[in-house]
């Protein structure tokens, strides 16, 4: 079954950058669509950003113009590199994988990923 892990979360000053990594360590997930999500304590999770198989990118409201996805699929690993963080961008952040048939393209409903990572806390606070 695949197992995602993500990393590359900390405490991080406002203004400042963090890149989280989710990996799928054994697998071939070319042909995964991997979503980022985060979810503030009381809050709802909400998307992030996405990628698809073929490369195609999908940003959230938050992430639009401060946070880019990148996949490599040679080390089975998406990125998420987050510049100009906020305390609003406090959060557990978390990497989500599915396929085709049952997924083919980038969305930010929760129910249609099958596999979850852990999660990565992310701080931003001076």
């Known amino acids: 079954q695949l197992q995602l892990v993500e990393s590359g979360g900390g405490l991080v000053q406002p203004g400042g950058s963090l890149r989280l990594s989710c990996a799928a360590p054994?697998?071939?997930?070319?042909?995964?669509?991997i979503g980022w999500f985060r979810q503030a304590p009381g809050k709802v999770r909400e998307g992030v950003s996405c990628i698809s198989s073929d490369g195609s990118t999908y940003s959230g409201n938050v992430a639009k113009g401060r946070f880019t996805i990148s996949r490599d699929n040679a080390k089975n690993t998406v990125y998420l590199q987050m510049n100009n963080l906020t305390p609003e961008d406090t959060a557990i952040y978390y990497c989500?994988?599915?396929?085709?048939?049952?997924?083919?393209?980038?969305?930010?409903?929760?129910?249609?990923?099958?596999?979850w990572g852990q999660g990565t806390q992310v701080t931003v606070s001076s």
């Open positions: 054994g697998f071939t997930w070319d042909y995964y669509v």
């Open positions: 989500a994988a599915d396929q085709a048939p049952r997924l083919r393209i980038c969305t930010f409903s929760v129910t249609e990923y099958t596999y």
